[in-house]
C-alpha cells in the first residue's frame, strides 16, 4: 500500500456526514505527513507529535474504528500511527499513540469477523476444509493432535514446494497482505517494552496468536519461523508473574513447544 498516495486512494464506504468525511481527509493528511517525517526527517518527528496525538482524537470522535467498510483506510493510517509512534527504538515508544494503535489492531482483528481479512481466511479455511475431506492435509496448520514432524512431512507431501500454486493464490497473498500489519506492529511493541524493561503477558500472547495467523497462510519455510516465533513468545508470556495464557494458547505450547528451541 503506497504511503504516498495513501490519502488519495482510500476512498470513504460509509455514508457517514460529510463533517466526519472532513475529519478522515484531514486524519488522512496528518498521517501522510508522518509517514514523511518518520521516513526523511526523523529529527523533527518529536515536533509532530501533537498533531499525532490529534488525529488519534478525531478518530476517535468520529469512532472510525467501528466501522468494517473502512478495512484499507483503516489498516494504512494503523500503519502510519505506529511507525510515529516507534520511530525512535531506542527511546522505547510513544505509549499513549502505541497503545491507541493497539487497541484498533484488536478491533479490526476480534471485532468484525466480516472485515476482509477475517472473510479472506475463513475462504481459506473453507478451501482447505474442501481439500482435507479429499483426503489431503491443512498445510501448515499446526493446531492438530499430530507431531511436529509428521507435520513437516505431511506438508512436504501435500504442497509438494514453497511455489505451490495455492499457497500462491490471491486469496493467501491478500491474507498475508491483511496480517503483516499486526505481526509487525506486535513485533514492535515487544522490542519496545524489552527496551523499557517491562512486558505484559497479554502483547507477548496477541504477538504469539499474530504469528500463528500468519503462518497459517505463509508458505514453506516461512511458516515454520513464524510458528517457532509465536511459541517463544507463548514462553515469555507463560513466564510472566501474575499472568495466565487462554486455554487454547497453553495447548498450544504444551503441544508444540518441545519442537522449539
Known amino acids: 500500500m503506497s504511503r504516498q498516495s495513501g490519502s488519495s486512494k482510500h476512498k470513504s464506504k460509509s455514508g457517514g456526514s460529510s463533517d466526519n468525511e472532513g475529519l478522515v481527509e484531514q486524519v488522512k493528511n496528518i498521517v501522510t505527513l508522518l509517514y514523511e517525517v518518520v521516513s526523511s526527517r526523523p529529527h523533527e518527528c518529536e515536533n509532530y507529535i501533537p498533531s499525532a496525538r490529534s488525529a488519534i482524537a478525531a478518530l476517535d470522535q468520529i469512532h472510525f474504528f467501528r466501522d468494517p467498510q473502512r478495512f484499507a483506510e483503516q489498516v494504512w493510517i494503523l500503519q502510519g500511527l505506529q511507525e510515529f509512534g516507534f520511530y525512535d527504538a531506542d527511546a522505547g515508544c510513544i505509549r499513549d499513540i502505541t497503545e491507541f494503535c493497539q487497541a484498533s489492531w484488536l478491533r479490526i482483528l476480534r471485532n468484525f469477523p466480516d472485515n476482509r481479512s ?47 500454486p495455492r499457497r500462491q493464490g490471491p486469496l ?90
Open 118 to 164: 477475517q472473510s479472506t481466511l475463513a475462504q481459506i479455511h473453507q478451501e482447505e476444509g474442501d481439500t482435507s475431506s479429499q483426503g489431503s492435509s491443512q498445510a501448515g496448520n499446526l493446531n492438530r493432535d499430530e507431531d511436529f514432524a509428521q507435520l513437516s512431512q505431511d506438508t512436504d507431501d501435500d504442497l509438494g514446494s514453497p511455489s505451490d
Open 172 to 261: 493467501y497473498v491478500e491474507a498475508r497482505g491483511n496480517l503483516q500489519p499486526a505481526v509487525d506492529f506486535y513485533e514492535r511493541a515487544v522490542r519496545a517494552a524489552d527496551a523499557q524493561g517491562y512486558i505484559a503477558g497479554n502483547i507477548l500472547s496477541s504477538a504469539a496468536e499474530a504469528q500463528m495467523s500468519l503462518g497459517n497462510v505463509t508458505t514453506p519455510p516461512g511458516d515454520e519461523r513464524l510458528f517457532s516465533q509465536a511459541i517463544r513468545y507463548l514462553r515469555r508470556a507463560e513466564a510472566v508473574p501474575g499472568y495466565t495464557l487462554s486455554v487454547y494458547m497453553q495447548q498450544y505450547l504444551n503441544d508444540y513447544g518441545r519442537y522449539v528451541n
